[in-house]
């Protein structure tokens, strides 16, 4: 027999669509803020392309000879990004998630036009250009995720939060084909002008311009209020968001819930840290530094850290940016003669990225994470084995063996599409949700700090790898693949359908017996003592089968 929370899981997954074709303000707010997750990926795909471009090779041959140079130019993009996801921890609770994604635009505004003003055989402005973009975009990867995931239900959180990868593979697939598309301005060849590698950064900064200009009429995040204390503002958000008057006893009871999980968060942190606490009240940014060592200070906050930082670690050690960053070069290897050529096929991930995503994003919260990234894992990993045999056996004589070159470059876009459906939508999803109130968007910019660390590794290490290991690279990243399954088997917990503030049922946190008493008198304390674990919430949308109030509330 199903649980009431399992009931209400069931039911609410049952009725999202209806939820969100009564309510499509919710569409439009994830898919806005979701466009710093467009710069993430237009920027993975831009340097690649210009990497085989005529122009690009005669500006800056220094870069382009040297695989060292050429993976510190790629790779400086995540060093901004690890500098900019973690410093998104501190400034999403200081200056609210909403303001710290006005901060990334500016970053990626700046980053995306000094790029442009690099000079002949004077790369340093290519340089400083990704550094400052990549602090943007690590800014909106520590943020971005987390700020959907608080505006959203559960039953719909995978999907809003995956907006943020749908957007990322777009920009991706954009990047590439406009790349493919400015190669051809002045020609392929010599004479080829300086702007077939410089429109493609012109056009970067555009999306962050609107998200800047835009991001004023967004909502601030209700639990982020909350948590400040603004709780009027809160339940107006709520009901913004939930389309639903303020008074209606679904908005109460999930205000409620949050605030009572702040309570008890507020109280847990005094009782352990009674000093730091002390200097909560006088200093901000001591307190929201103080809550690092929290995090490392328990170990049930440790090991949801550890969790989001691991699946950030086997989501890019399964290798897919050593594919997005270096695609036209993995293609001219394949023997994929010509960039343009090259280039094509290179546009062809893109579309394959974005086709695969789509799906992904629409069974996420029916399937769950857990499964989806087994079966991802498993597809990629014998993509990755296939494509690195047929490399291994044919990489001396691809001009006599093209069959056998497109079955490479077929199994390449498997094992991306394999990616687009499960890794890209669930990592981001499980980084942004797993976490309690008082950490969530300290966690949420560790993991993120996660996926940059280790891109950065893959990013400047790859080129060097193709060089010497060669198809060999292929295998190497199947080893991650199958580890990684393992792993998900094994220790990954599933989070489907939970609210926020039922992750710590999911983790076995707060089983002590203080623990629980604390957190049943904060519930006691705001009003849901009656309600014991949400049952009349549960009972509220069981009950309710009618069409949301389709009255207009004003936005917080």
Not at 259 to 268: T, V
Not at 306 to 325: K, N
Request: glycine share 10%; charged share 15%.
């Amino acid at each position: 027999m199903e649980s009431p929370a399992e009931e209400r899981a069931k039911l609410a997954y049952q009725n999202r669509w209806k939820t969100i074709a009564s309510n499509p303000k919710l569409i439009v707010i994830a898919l806005f803020a979701s466009f710093g997750g467009f710069e993430y990926g237009y920027q993975q795909g831009v340097l690649g392309q210009s990497l085989v471009m005529t122009s690009f090779k005669e500006q800056f041959p220094s870069v382009v000879k040297s695989s060292s140079a050429t993976g510190w130019l790629t790779s400086i993009l995540q060093l901004g990004g690890i500098l900019g996801s973690l410093t998104a921890g501190v400034l999403g609770e200081v200056i609210s998630r909403k303001y710290t994604m006005f901060s990334a635009c500016c970053w990626v505004i700046l980053g995306s036009y000094l790029y442009c003003g690099a000079s002949y055989h004077n790369p340093s402005l290519l340089y400083a250009g990704r550094f400052f973009t990549g602090i943007g975009v690590g800014t909106f990867s520590g943020v971005g995720p987390l700020y959907n995931a608080e505006l959203s239900a559960p039953e719909l959180r995978g999907f809003l939060v995956s907006f943020y990868q749908f957007t990322t593979i777009l920009g991706i697939m954009l990047s590439f084909w406009i790349g493919y598309g400015s190669n051809y301005i002045g020609g392929t060849g010599e004479g080829q002008s300086n702007l077939a590698w410089m429109l493609p950064s012109i056009i970067q900064g555009i999306p962050a311009v609107l998200l800047a200009l835009g991001i004023w009429w967004l909502p601030f995040s209700p639990r982020w209020l909350v948590k400040k204390g603004r709780d009027e503002e809160a339940v107006k958000t709520l009901s913004y968001l939930r389309n639903l008057p303020e008074g209606d006893e679904r908005v109460q009871v999930e205000y409620l819930e949050i605030k009572a999980e702040c309570l008890f968060e507020q109280r847990a942190f005094a009782k352990a840290f009674p000093n730091l606490a002390a200097k909560e009240q006088g200093n901000m940014w001591v307190r929201e530094f103080a809550q690092y060592y929290n995090i490392v200070r328990t170990w049930d906050n440790f090991k949801r850290v550890a969790t989001a930082w691991i699946v950030m670690f086997w989501q890019q050690w399964s290798g897919i940016d050593s594919i997005i960053y270096y695609a036209s070069n993995v293609f001219q290897d394949l023997g994929l003669t010509g960039g343009t050529q090259a280039l094509l096929a290179t546009g062809v991930t893109g579309v394959v990225f974005i086709v695969f995503t789509v799906p992904g994003m629409v069974i996420i919260d029916k399937v769950g994470r857990k499964p989806m990234l087994c079966v991802g894992s498993t597809v990629m990993w014998v993509s990755m084995i296939l494509a690195g045999v047929l490399a291994a056996i044919y990489h001396k004589e691809w001009a006599s063996h093209m069959a056998a070159a497109w079955t490479t470059v077929a199994f390449i876009w498997l094992y991306v599409g394999a990616f687009g459906a499960t890794w890209g939508p669930v990592s981001w999803t499980l980084v942004a949700e797993i976490f309690p109130l008082s950490i969530r968007s300290k966690g949420s910019s560790i993991g993120a700090s996660s996926n940059w660390l280790n891109n950065f590794a893959v990013a400047f290490f790859v080129p060097t790898m193709f060089k010497k290991l060669q198809w060999g690279t292929y295998i190497f990243f199947s080893g991650f693949l199958a580890a990684s399954i393992a792993w998900i088997y094994f220790y990954l917990p599933e989070t489907k359908g939970a609210t926020l503030e039922e992750m710590d049922q999911i983790f076995g946190s707060r089983t002590g017996e203080e623990d629980a008493m604390m957190l049943e008198q904060a519930r006691r304390d705001v009003g849901l003592g009656e309600f014991g674990s949400g049952t009349l919430k549960e009972k509220q949308f069981a009950q309710d089968n009618e069409e949301p109030d389709s009255s207009v509330h004003e936005k917080a």
